[in-house]
């Protein structure tokens, strides 16, 4: 397990330093602790509970007097990994306050295996979603890729559709059926459907026309289209994400000769002139990595406000790249960590390297040199330990 801990980017007050405070009182005296976590501001909630150990979210989370105002407003990924740490099987009353963005963000991290849907992962997070309110699960299946539906319902169940001439016609033996027209089965014997006939009843009842075309998918719909249309859903949701293909993100690897190990990029190119957008999980500051990782964030933080904000965004984009390429489970909170450390590692070796090569102060070379770059030439200087 990677061990850090955030670096004062941006000071952070005292009472918002409380994830250990508040477990601690919570041990002695849960009341005080509800008061105290009552006390702080939305966002303090959401930091206390998001920076606290994984085994511990769930604890704290229960403690936040208004848990449907909080969760909507948890990183897509943070809610995903909040769930995952307390138990799918214990996380109905999460989910039952998750937004659809936050739940089909939380499938695209975590039910897939590389390009492809991971069936099982995909119906444990549809049984999670099975014991919220048939409000909750209409909203979620709703928002919830029809083909991701379908491909995990394939896996379970088969379907056939009563023909229009009928008589003498008898539905598959142990066969179930909601409306009488579409005929559903366990594919396996020891699979009692119940979480699949609640969350079909939901969508029957709520949304009538979504119900019939995911029975005609799972009926007649070719697996290869299917997945097809799956996989392109969800690349484009994780790239708003900042989280790129695994084609795209490769690119940190690529091949650097002696040549242009050495060379720096055109003086009046910008390399931290980086937007901001939303990330998917809580990191309100760059982690301080102890060793030779840490030199690329002691530089970052001797910028000037603007351009270490930059520099922020920049970093995390390159750690969301090396997450892809080294093939990271998303939804696994020690994958963030570990691509930190990873990305913090050998952007500094390329740091050192061009700092040394051209008698440049680190925080100059960050002004002309992206860090994506540099940790291509840190990645290049030792390609064994760098190889995904």
Same mark, same amino acid.
């Given at each position: 397990?990677?061990?850090? &801990?955030? @670096?004062?980017m941006n000071p952070v007050p005292p009472e918002e330093q409380a994830p250990r405070r508040l477990l601690a009182l919570a041990r002695r005296d849960r009341q005080a602790a509800e008061k105290a976590l009552a006390a702080l501001t939305p966002e303090a909630q959401i930091a206390a509970v998001c920076e606290a150990p994984l085994a511990e979210r769930g604890r704290l989370l229960g403690l936040v007097p208004q848990p449907e105002r909080l969760i909507p407003e948890f990183p897509p990924a943070e809610l995903c990994f909040t769930v995952k740490a307390i138990g799918l099987a214990d996380a109905a009353w999460v989910l039952e306050y998750a937004t659809p963005d936050q739940v089909v963000a939380a499938l695209d991290l975590d039910a897939w295996q590389g390009q492809a849907i991971d069936p099982a992962s995909a119906n444990e997070w549809l049984q999670a979603i099975a014991r919220t309110s048939p409000e909750a699960q209409l909203r979620a299946l709703e928002a919830l890729d029809p083909e991701l539906l379908t491909l995990a319902l394939r896996s379970r169940i088969g379907v056939v559709q009563r023909p229009d001439e009928h008589e003498g016609w008898s539905p598959p033996e142990g066969a179930q059926t909601l409306e009488g027209q579409f005929h559903y089965w366990a594919l396996a014997d020891n699979d009692d459907l119940a979480d699949v006939t609640t969350l079909l009843r939901a969508l029957f009842e709520g949304a009538y026309w979504s119900y019939f075309r995911l029975m005609q998918a799972v009926t007649w719909e070719l697996v290869s289209d299917t997945e097809e249309w799956a996989l392109r859903w969800r690349t484009g949701r994780l790239?708003?994400?900042?989280?790129?293909?695994? !084609?795209?993100?490769?690119? $940190?690897y690529r091949f650097l000769d002696p040549e242009a190990r050495r @060379?720096?990029?055109?003086?009046? !190119?910008?390399?931290?002139? $980086? @937007?901001a957008w939303s990330l998917p999980v809580w990191m309100?500051?760059?982690? !301080?990595?102890? +060793?030779? +990782?840490? &030199?690329?964030f002691r530089a970052i933080g001797a910028l000037e406000e603007e351009e270490r904000r930059a520099c922020f965004y920049a970093f995390v984009a390159l750690s969301n790249r090396v997450a892809v390429a080294d093939r990271l489970p998303l939804g696994d909170a020690e994958s963030t960590p570990t691509a930190i450390a990873?990305?913090?590692?050998?952007?500094?070796?390329?740091l050192a390297f061009l700092a040394e090569q051209h008698g440049l102060a680190d925080t100059e070379l960050l002004r002309r040199v992206g860090v994506e770059h540099l940790f291509r030439v840190g990645a290049n200087l030792d390609p064994e330990s760098a190889r995904p």
């Amino acid at each position: 397990m990677v061990r850090y &801990r955030w @670096a004062a980017m941006n000071p952070v007050p005292p009472e918002e330093q409380a994830p250990r405070r508040l477990l601690a009182l919570a041990r002695r005296d849960r009341q005080a602790a509800e008061k105290a976590l009552a006390a702080l501001t939305p966002e303090a909630q959401i930091a206390a509970v998001c920076e606290a150990p994984l085994a511990e979210r769930g604890r704290l989370l229960g403690l936040v007097p208004q848990p449907e105002r909080l969760i909507p407003e948890f990183p897509p990924a943070e809610l995903c990994f909040t769930v995952k740490a307390i138990g799918l099987a214990d996380a109905a009353w999460v989910l039952e306050y998750a937004t659809p963005d936050q739940v089909v963000a939380a499938l695209d991290l975590d039910a897939w295996q590389g390009q492809a849907i991971d069936p099982a992962s995909a119906n444990e997070w549809l049984q999670a979603i099975a014991r919220t309110s048939p409000e909750a699960q209409l909203r979620a299946l709703e928002a919830l890729d029809p083909e991701l539906l379908t491909l995990a319902l394939r896996s379970r169940i088969g379907v056939v559709q009563r023909p229009d001439e009928h008589e003498g016609w008898s539905p598959p033996e142990g066969a179930q059926t909601l409306e009488g027209q579409f005929h559903y089965w366990a594919l396996a014997d020891n699979d009692d459907l119940a979480d699949v006939t609640t969350l079909l009843r939901a969508l029957f009842e709520g949304a009538y026309w979504s119900y019939f075309r995911l029975m005609q998918a799972v009926t007649w719909e070719l697996v290869s289209d299917t997945e097809e249309w799956a996989l392109r859903w969800r690349t484009g949701r994780l790239e708003d994400l900042g989280f790129p293909t695994w !084609e795209d993100a490769m690119r $940190v690897y690529r091949f650097l000769d002696p040549e242009a190990r050495r @060379a720096l990029p055109l003086a009046e !190119e910008r390399p931290i002139e $980086v @937007a901001a957008w939303s990330l998917p999980v809580w990191m309100p500051q760059l982690p !301080e990595v102890s +060793g030779p +990782g840490g &030199r690329i964030f002691r530089a970052i933080g001797a910028l000037e406000e603007e351009e270490r904000r930059a520099c922020f965004y920049a970093f995390v984009a390159l750690s969301n790249r090396v997450a892809v390429a080294d093939r990271l489970p998303l939804g696994d909170a020690e994958s963030t960590p570990t691509a930190i450390a990873k990305a913090a590692s050998f952007a500094s070796a390329g740091l050192a390297f061009l700092a040394e090569q051209h008698g440049l102060a680190d925080t100059e070379l960050l002004r002309r040199v992206g860090v994506e770059h540099l940790f291509r030439v840190g990645a290049n200087l030792d390609p064994e330990s760098a190889r995904p």
